[in-house]
């Protein structure tokens, strides 16, 4: 029996359709919460680190990293502390946002935003300043991960955030509210506002990527819901698309072989303008807004995803964890997917349905 590849040789035969009908046995996302809850229920204790549970279960690992760099805000807003209760702080953020959250267990919900510090032109002046390049946004931390990055046999993903982002980053900063009024009522302050944040990108890139090439660059945007894109499609290709363009376009040039989107919701409307822009792949195809990878296999038979796995299955049992293994091992069959987790995994999962899913995964991807 051949040996198999190392994780980062099948990611590229997977990203680049020569290796149908296997991929990468991996994981997403698992909530704090829930690994504790399968410690009681008796996982060894020692699983709590993602990359032991990876190696305990023989799975392929992957490389999901954020570079230690100041890509977007700089210098950030000093986090100041508006007021709290027993259990709830309001507090301004890095951004700059007013914002309240759970002192315990955060993550397990969305913070309340309060009130957004870009408004009009004039607050755009302001904040502006803080969205120029400078070399200092970039340093030492940055050249260790280089360095410890630099002989992986694993695929690694460099998610840019909000500083690979158009839509997402303005809503940030803004609100959707009246972000979306802003298309409408100053749409040359929208377009200043993405040409600030494109020149910072192409700026930060270079500095980031002239001598180091990841296996992946994943932009971001979160720009949809449930049913659709936050943004009519109309707008999206006047301001978006040709920025888009500049932007993959500069990735490829320094050399990046694969080039994602994150966003959640939705998205049926937003792929043919994305891979009009030159974006190859997505993530995390949330299956409760209708993400079937499947489906979207036969429809863009040459789009990469990444996730797909629909986290409720591990809630529901086995035939709803077969189900979706059903859909991933047709998925896989057409190449170009890595599945996992369509978002970070959830409490009401049990250890013995996650001990499950791992063997069904291992099944259908050929580990």
Not at 19 to 43: D, H, V, Y
Not at 45 to 50: A, I, K, N, S
Not at 120 to 130: I, L
Not at 196 to 208: D, G, I, Y
């Amino acid at each position: 029996m051949a040996e198999r590849p190392s994780p980062r040789e099948l990611f590229y035969r997977v990203m680049t359709f020569s290796a149908p009908g296997t991929t990468l046995a991996t994981l997403g996302g698992i909530w704090p919460s829930t690994r504790q809850r399968w410690i009681a229920e008796g996982m060894p204790p020692e699983l709590m680190d993602l990359q032991k549970m990876w190696d305990y279960f023989g799975l392929d690992p992957h490389l999901w990293a954020a570079p230690d760099a100041a890509v977007f805000v700089y210098p950030p807003f000093e986090r100041t502390v508006l007021r709290e209760t027993e259990d709830k702080v309001t507090y301004v953020n890095d951004l700059g946002l007013t914002c309240t959250e759970f002192k315990t267990d955060a993550y397990k919900s969305m913070p309340h935003f309060e009130a957004f510090p870009v408004q009009d032109r004039r607050t755009w002046e302001a904040y502006r300043e803080r969205l120029q390049w400078t070399p200092e946004r970039i340093g030492e931390a940055w050249e260790r991960q280089k360095a410890a990055w630099a002989d992986r046999t694993v695929p690694l993903i460099i998610a840019l955030n909000r500083g690979g982002s158009l839509y997402g980053s303005l809503r940030d900063l803004c609100g959707v509210e009246r972000l979306s009024y802003l298309f409408y009522d100053d749409p040359g302050l929208v377009e200043e506002m993405m040409d600030t944040v494109l020149a910072l990108f192409l700026r930060v890139a270079e500095a980031l990527f002239s001598d180091f090439t990841p296996d992946v660059v994943c932009l971001w945007e979160d720009m949809a819901y449930k049913t659709g894109s936050l943004l009519s499609l109309r707008h999206v290709r006047r301001f978006m698309l040709p920025r888009y363009q500049v932007m993959t376009a500069k990735l490829r040039e320094l050399g990046v072989p694969f080039i994602f989107l994150d966003s959640d919701g939705n998205l049926e409307q937003l792929i043919p303008v994305w891979l009009e822009a030159g974006i190859d792949g997505l993530v995390p195809m949330e299956a409760n807004s209708g993400m079937d990878v499947a489906l979207y296999r036969e429809r863009y038979p040459r789009l990469l995803m990444m996730g797909g796995v629909d986290k409720r299955a591990l809630h529901f049992g086995r035939e709803a964890i077969d189900r979706e293994m059903d859909k991933i091992a047709r998925t896989i069959a057409g190449g170009g997917l890595v599945p996992f987790f369509d978002h970070g995994l959830p409490h009401d999962a049990s250890y013995a349905n996650f001990l499950y899913f791992v063997e069904r995964l291992k099944q259908v991807t050929g580990r």
